[in-house]
């Protein structure tokens, strides 16, 4: 079975900053594709970043940037120069072969202005 | 492109009754996914469809669930005999065949009295 582990229910950041987001999971496959999903209260959820599993360099997108450790199955999430907007539940996810996403319970992000 | 839509965006029912909802993918997208959130947790995979062949259904898709994509487009995921335990966000995601990135829409949120 796959599974990924968010051990972080809740997580807070000073607007400007930088905060990390931690991500585990496991899976048998060795082809596989690893999401960062955000969903903000009561909106719909929205890709922020994917990561292949067969690529060693480390996903970017403007100031989300993942630290994808193949080896220890972690796949963490910075969110640089935090804005308000950033505030949300954010979700790691996994495909694994099986067509469908296996998603972690999640992390609440605030942001403090 | 709109994205994919679903409709309604809340239903209330009372336990026992029917209910159903659509799911609108992004146009030319073959792949239609549901999945259904609880509070406090991420979604979990119900069911999808390749074209009009549904593919896979989860066990947590109970006999009292049903899903159809007759032409290959939109889809209606079905709920007899509605139990307060079905209380949930039902969401919908697309993706072509070729990707792996699927989308999502804004869910309906299902409330069972």
């Known amino acids: 079975a796959q599974t990924v582990t968010q051990s972080q229910p809740e997580m807070s950041v000073q607007e400007a900053e930088t905060v990390t987001l931690s991500c585990t999971y496991d899976t048998s496959e060795s082809d596989y594709y690893l999401f960062w999903y955000k969903q903000p209260p009561s909106r719909q959820m929205i890709l922020v970043i994917r990561?292949?599993?067969?690529?060693?360099q480390n996903a970017t997108e403007n100031r989300f940037s993942v630290n994808f450790q193949k080896a220890a199955k972690s796949f963490s999430l910075k969110i640089s120069d935090s804005q308000l907007g950033d505030a949300a539940m954010y979700f790691c996810a996994l495909e694994g072969g099986s067509e469908k996403l296996v998603f972690g319970k999640g992390t609440k992000l605030t942001v403090n202005p | 492109d709109t994205g994919v839509s679903q409709n309604p965006r809340h239903k209330i029912t009372k336990r026992g009754q029917n209910v159903t909802f659509r799911c609108d993918p992004i146009s030319e997208h073959n792949r239609l996914y549901w999945y259904r959130q609880t509070l406090g947790q991420g979604p979990e995979f119900l069911t999808y469809?390749?074209?009009?062949?549904?593919?896979?259904k989860s066990r947590l898709l109970s006999d009292r669930f049903s899903a159809e994509r007759p032409k290959g487009s939109f889809s209606t995921l079905e709920i007899q005999r509605t139990e307060q335990g079905d209380s949930a966000m039902y969401l919908c995601a697309s993706s072509l065949i070729s990707a792996d990135t699927q989308y999502f829409g804004p869910g309906t949120r299902l409330t069972v009295l």
């Open positions: 990561q292949e599993a067969y690529k060693q």
């Open positions: 469809f390749q074209n009009e062949a549904q593919l896979e």
